[in-house]
């Protein structure tokens, strides 16, 4: 895979004869250039995740529009790319700067009324224009970070496109202006370091989303560039609720292993075997008879271990019980017959 950011920077203007702009070769370089940048395909690879809140968003027709103030455009050659674009220097591919980002949602937080909106749309309420103030103030200035949104898709990621701007004779034919852009169908993860305050990290997160998908971001949006698809909204809140059960999934994990090492550690400090089963039955119930058994099996009792064990399982689940159908019980009854208790 080329570096995109290189062939459109570096590669791009080998080969041009700068003492004769109209020389015809040049056209024929530049063209063979973008079209060779064009039809690169990229393998995104699997960033590391940065801060805490993360979703994807994927642009929609025409595409995306990056950089596009950065200076690029070379005096007389047809066919070439006018306008600048934004690439991370390491990967070479397109990048959504964290301060364009942040200035996007910043702007809409300039309109009180419409955050309201947005919010009440989410369920969201009880929020006043003096409240939305200070929430941007929160959100701004006291801590939150927006961090670089990179791509996520394979393949061919970028297209060429073309402005036809009429200048002040509306008769007169336009001359097409080439220019690069993201296509559509191509997707972003955006990734924020959030915390909670007058609203939770995670509404703070999807009431971004609703921003970034009404608004849009990059050049021209104003004629539907840099928006992204409907479902944003709601992929945004499977991936935060997907994140949210990551993490209480990991949670768990980690009370798992501390409760084993914990009981290993309690089991390694006895002799009596009863006094480990005791351990590993603690939290099991009468419902639980199938497992006490599997447990009580894997032990070489005495008689005199035997007769203990079943004086702590009176206590634990109960009295052998009297023949039933049901699993529980025909589990216990195998218990007690196993320890002699007939």
């Known amino acids: 895979m080329s570096n995109l950011g290189w062939l459109f920077y570096k590669d791009y203007f080998k080969g041009i004869d700068y003492?004769?702009?109209?020389?015809?070769?040049?056209?024929?370089?530049?063209?063979?250039?973008?079209?060779?940048?064009?039809?690169q395909t990229v393998t995104s690879g699997d960033d590391e995740k940065l801060g805490n809140i993360h979703f994807k968003a994927t642009t929609t027709y025409p595409g995306l529009i990056l950089g596009s103030g950065n200076a690029h455009e070379l005096p007389s050659i047809e066919g070439q790319a006018i306008l600048g674009f934004s690439f991370d220097y390491t990967s070479g591919l397109p990048v959504i700067a964290g301060s364009?980002?942040?200035?996007?949602?910043?702007?809409?937080?300039?309109?009180?009324?419409?955050?309201?909106?947005?919010?009440?749309?989410?369920?969201?309420?009880?929020?006043?224009?003096?409240?939305?103030?200070?929430?941007?103030?929160?959100?701004?200035?006291?801590?939150?970070?927006?961090?670089?949104?990179?791509?996520?898709?394979?393949?061919?990621?970028?297209?060429?496109?073309?402005?036809?701007?009429?200048?002040?004779?509306?008769l007169k034919n336009p001359k097409p202006l080439r220019f690069i852009k993201v296509a559509p169908n191509v997707s972003f993860?955006?990734?924020?370091?959030?915390?909670?305050?007058?609203?939770?990290?995670e509404t703070?997160?999807?009431?971004?989303?609703?921003?970034?998908?009404?608004?849009?971001?990059?050049?021209?949006?104003?004629?539907?560039?840099?928006?992204?698809?409907?479902?944003?909204?709601?992929?945004a809140k499977l991936a935060?609720?997907?994140?949210?059960?990551?993490?209480?999934?990991?949670?768990?994990?980690?009370?798992?292993?501390?409760?084993?090492?914990?009981?290993?550690?309690?089991?390694a400090s006895l002799d009596s075997n009863v006094e480990k089963i005791k351990i590993k039955i603690k939290d099991l119930t009468k419902k639980d008879t199938k497992d006490i058994y599997d447990i009580v099996v894997?032990?070489?009792?005495?008689?005199s271990e035997k007769k203990e064990l079943i004086s702590h399982l009176m206590t634990h689940i109960g009295e052998?019980?009297?023949?039933?159908?049901?699993?529980?019980?025909?589990?216990?009854?195998?218990?007690?017959?196993?320890?002699?208790?007939l």
């Open 298 to 303: 894997t032990y070489e009792l005495d008689d």
């Open 100 to 170: 364009s980002v942040k200035g996007v949602l910043g702007s809409a937080f300039k309109h009180p009324e419409y955050i309201i909106e947005l919010l009440k749309i989410m369920g969201v309420g009880g929020f006043s224009p003096e409240q939305i103030a200070k929430l941007e103030t929160e959100i701004f200035d006291n801590g939150d970070i927006f961090f670089d949104a990179v791509v996520t898709t394979n393949g061919k990621i970028l297209a060429d496109d073309f402005l036809t701007p009429h200048g002040d004779n509306p």
């Open 19 to 39: 003492a004769d702009f109209e020389n015809s070769n040049n056209k024929d370089i530049i063209q063979s250039k973008v079209k060779n940048l064009i039809s």
């Open 204 to 235: 703070k997160a999807i009431l971004f989303a609703n921003i970034l998908s009404d608004l849009g971001i990059g050049a021209k949006t104003n004629v539907g560039y840099g928006k992204f698809s409907s479902d944003l909204v709601s992929r």
């Open 240 to 267: 935060i609720e997907s994140q949210k059960e990551e993490e209480l999934k990991q949670d768990k994990e980690r009370e798992e292993k501390e409760k084993a090492d914990s009981e290993a550690e309690a089991l």
């Open 320 to 341: 052998k019980p009297a023949p039933k159908k049901k699993a529980p019980i025909k589990w216990a009854i195998r218990l007690y017959e196993i320890l002699g208790h």
């Open 189 to 201: 993860r955006f990734d924020f370091e959030l915390g909670d305050g007058l609203m939770s990290t």
